[in-house]
């Protein structure tokens, strides 16, 4: 019999939370990550309603602001500001967010290993989940190499300034394929520039103009942190053997917001009821049933705000799609595809320029 029934590879958001999903359920479980934890990863820390109820215990503790208002801006020119009904995001640092994560999955009973790196071949469990983040290599070495492209981005925080505080800020556009935000944080705010992979060595240039715009010292700047952004590729794979790939190992970053905490958590949840039910092939099928259409819709607004960014921005600050895009944060609709109504006419006339820019 092997040793686990499970190891997980990599203790992130995905690895953390599949490791946890699958001891809470008995099984015998290996949650190994090459870091000792209270460690860092580049990233806003943004965790969108939406991600937040998927996690079956609450985050509250690692939780420093929470995002009820969105200022959205296109490359500097046209602006609109809009308050939702309820909380959007809640804002964490993900030292924080993850070490709280793993000590989850710890006390549900996984056999945590921090400080480990091991050859994913030899490891002696029934099913192998890889979790090992964009720059892993376990996926490769198991013979599963999902094709995933690349986005760039680089982040800095700057001292706290109570204009930003429960408001998310976001400068669409302003690096090509991608956007500038502003995120809050409980003693600092968190700025950060992201586009095709094509801007990396203007990264530094974007976020400099981005602070500049928004009245932030850039010689202010700690932690300034550069990152890929992997986007899976339609159809990759996902199974192979008893080996199967989760959150950003497998390229589930949203394409246009960039988000990745949202499907980092749904594949862990998903790969767990696979491997609960003895049945890890019907993972792969989950994730095209439940991640795949919003990868879909990310693409398209991706290319829409690239190809046709006024027509878009004036599609996507009618108040009418805000209420969508709100829905679509909390976790009310699980797709864009699902909006009814005015809100479904306006989902519509986006697609409709995504299609025209090639989506
Ligand atoms: C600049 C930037 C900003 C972002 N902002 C947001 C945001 O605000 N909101 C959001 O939802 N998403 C955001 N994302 C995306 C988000 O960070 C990722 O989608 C998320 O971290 C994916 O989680 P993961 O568990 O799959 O991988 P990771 O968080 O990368 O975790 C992988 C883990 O695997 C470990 N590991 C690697 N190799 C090995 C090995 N060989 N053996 C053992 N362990 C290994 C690493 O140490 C790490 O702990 C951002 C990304 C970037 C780059």
């Not at 009821?273 to 095209?288: G, K, N, R, T």
Request: overall charge neutral; proline content about 6%; hydrophobic content about 45%.
């Amino acid at each position: 019999m092997a040793a686990h029934d499970v190891a997980v590879i990599g203790a992130g958001p995905a690895g953390s939370t599949a490791a946890y999903r699958l001891a809470r359920a008995g099984a015998r479980v290996l949650l190994v990550d090459k870091a000792r934890f209270p460690r860092d990863k580049p990233c806003g820390g943004g965790v969108t309603l939406r991600a937040a109820r998927l996690l079956p215990f609450s985050i509250d503790p690692v939780v420093e602001d929470v995002v009820d208002r969105l200022e959205c801006g296109l490359d500097y020119g046209p602006h609109f500001a809009r308050t939702a009904r309820a909380p959007l995001a809640y804002m964490t640092q993900r030292r924080r967010l993850d070490h709280f994560l793993l000590e989850r999955a710890g006390d549900a009973g996984a056999d945590v290993r921090q400080g480990v790196a091991v050859d994913p071949r030899e490891l002696d469990a029934g099913v192998v989940v890889v979790a090992d983040g964009c720059n892993g290599t376990s996926a490769k070495a198991l013979g599963l190499a999902p094709e995933v492209a690349h986005g760039v981005a680089l982040e800095a925080n700057f001292p706290h300034d109570v204009r930003h505080a429960h408001t998310m800020t976001l400068e669409i556009a302003a690096v090509p394929g991608g956007y500038g935000w502003i995120f809050p944080k409980g003693d600092h705010v968190n700025v950060g520039v992201g586009g095709w992979a094509s801007e990396g060595p203007r990264l530094r240039a974007h976020l400099r103009r981005m602070c500049d715009h928004y009245g932030i010292d850039p010689d202010t700047a700690t932690d300034t942190r550069g990152y890929r952004l992997p986007m899976r590729r339609p159809n990759a794979a996902l199974v192979f053997g008893n080996a199967a790939v989760i959150g950003d190992a497998a390229g589930l970053v949203d394409p246009f917001s960039g988000d990745g905490m949202y499907e980092a958590f749904l594949s862990a949840q998903l790969v767990a009821d696979a491997v609960l039910a003895d049945d890890l092939a019907s993972y792969a099928a989950a994730v095209e049933r439940r991640i795949t259409p919003l990868t879909t819709a990310g693409w398209g607004a991706k290319l829409a705000f690239d190809r046709f960014p006024r027509t878009t921005f004036a599609l996507a600050r009618l108040p009418v799609t805000f209420r969508a895009v709100e829905r679509l944060l909390r976790g009310e609709l699980a797709t864009p595809g699902e909006a009814r109504g005015l809100e479904r006419t306006t989902v519509r006339a986006i697609y409709r320029v995504a299609k025209a820019a090639g989506a």
